[in-house]
């Protein structure tokens, strides 16, 4: 009976001491899972404290594996992880090592400004050559005469006023050379200044293509250069008028006073008596091509005015048609009518109303 007794005291002792160990048992892979998951969210959290995203880190016990995309630097984020508490080693896979840093470029080195140009005048008279400047050296000086030198006729000097300047003076003749040629085309006063922002040309030259040159050779001289271009050409001649213009407005006077153009009563026809003298007036105009000449149509009482003035308007139209046809250009020939406003002859006998039934012509007002 003693023995049945003591048989369960040993066997909740031996259970006493069992669950300990068991409960240890299972503890200790939780609290292993927990250290690895801890480990695993302070690796990723410090990466992305470092800007790098993207990762992937697994943990075993205390050793991380990290798996980053392309472009990563495997060195960094092998840096960062190795830091976190707690991790004893460190495997990075993936990512790209860095390239060598390339060194920025060397900017290329700026273009070397064309120096700025001095002020100067280049000049011409009808006796002289003038060149005012400042000029770096001697050498700059005699090329710039030797320029002058070339263009000088007998009956110009050169008006030498250059100085020489070594800080701001012209570093060459080139500006001046195509300068002193152009201008020495021509007679009379003009010249080219430049005060350091205009190039300004003034005075007169022979015509428009030495104006032009002058002005391509002040562009020239300084590129960039405002250009206020002031040269005159003389104005075109007047053409000379012939005798038989200067003469052709009191001829044309006389011829109508002699010669009349009639119509048929009611109609634009000419009459038979009137058609020759068509036909000399157009000999008449074409003796002098320059002079504008009106044609003007009238007519006789016997219409109404509302129907004698469209009447009138087409004789004038009429005999204008006709003195084309004969060679007179119809730019020179203005056709109008006045209806019957201006009787040369009484409307009230026959004689006078087919006096009235005409066209006469006369110098436009206005021609040259």
């Known amino acids: 009976m003693s023995g ?36 695993r969210d302070r690796s990723l959290t410090a990466l992305q404290a470092r800007g790098i995203t993207g990762a992937e880190v697994d943990v075993d016990g205390r050793d991380a594996t990290v798996v980053v995309p392309a472009g990563v630097e495997p060195g960094l984020v092998k840096e960062v992880v190795a830091g976190v508490e707690g991790v004893r080693a460190v495997r990075v896979e993936g990512g790209t090592s860095s390239p060598t840093p390339t060194p920025p470029p060397t900017p290329a080195p700026s273009p070397t400004e064309a120096p700025a140009v001095a ?43 250059i100085t020489i300047d070594a800080a701001t003076g012209l570093q060459d003749a080139t500006a001046l050379s195509a300068l002193i040629h152009a201008l020495a085309i021509g007679t009379g006063d003009a010249s080219v200044r430049y ?30 250069a405002v250009i ?28 109508s006073r002699q010669h009349s ?22 000999t008449l105009l074409k003796s002098c091509s320059t002079v504008r000449v009106e044609i003007a149509g009238h007519t006789d009482n016997l219409g109404s005015p509302a129907s004698s003035l469209p009447l009138s308007e087409r004789r004038a139209t009429a005999v204008k048609a006709t003195l084309v046809r004969l060679g007179v250009p119809a730019a020179r020939l203005l056709a109008h009518g006045y209806g019957e406003t201006f009787p040369i002859a009484s409307n009230g006998t026959p004689a006078g109303r087919i006096a009235n039934r005409r066209v006469e012509l006369r110098v436009l007002q206005g021609n040259s």
């Open 119 to 161: 002020s100067f005048e280049v000049g011409r008279t009808n006796n002289s050559i003038r060149v005012q400047a400042a000029v770096k050296d001697q050498g700059v000086k005699d090329a710039i005469a030797a320029q002058v030198d070339k263009v000088l006729g007998e009956a110009r000097e050169f008006d030498d006023r």
């Open 228 to 255: 206020a271009d002031q040269l005159q050409t003389p104005a075109p001649p007047k053409p000379e008028i012939s005798e038989a213009c200067r003469t052709f407005q009191s001829r044309l006077s006389e011829f």
């Open 4 to 39: 049945l007794v003591r048989r369960p005291v040993v066997v909740w002792l031996l259970a006493a001491l069992a669950v300990p160990v068991l409960i240890t048992a299972v503890l200790i892979p939780a609290k292993a899972g927990t250290t690895e998951d801890d480990i």
């Open 195 to 224: 005060d350091g922002t205009t190039i300004t040309l003034t005075g007169k030259v022979p015509d428009q293509a030495t104006k032009a040159t002058v002005a391509r050779a002040a562009a020239k001289a300084v590129p960039g």
């Open 261 to 282: 153009i009639i119509f048929l009563s009611g109609t634009s026809i000419v009459n038979n008596a009137s058609k020759p003298t068509v036909v000399r007036a157009a």
